[in-house]
């Protein structure tokens, strides 16, 4: 597979949620985050080309840090080994200025 990616991934090693803002939907977890994007890992599969208003839920808030809000579109998605969860690779696509601070806080932390 090409790598296309063109900042350094961060495995969060924090527990930290992605939650649909326009309904109570979960949408997986981080396993690793970039400025540009995210790696989930979830219940049930993003599809491919859909845009997704989110939240990056800390469940410990991290520098004063709780959450953080996003536009993402998936870019793929896999099944998990287990067959019961999937994998999904995420692109911010809108990121308000002070929510950039905020997840550049969070990287320098990681």
Known sequence: MNERRQSARFPTGLHLEVQDRDSPRRLGRVVDL???GFLLFGEHPAETD???RCRLVLVEPLAGIA???LDAECLW???GADGRHCWAGFHIT???EDQAAALDTLLRLL
């Open 67 to 69: 959450d953080i809000q």
């Open 34 to 36: 970039t400025r540009e």
């Open 77 to 79: 998605n896999r099944p």
């Open 94 to 96: 809108g990121l308000a």
């Open 50 to 52: 859909s845009v997704w």
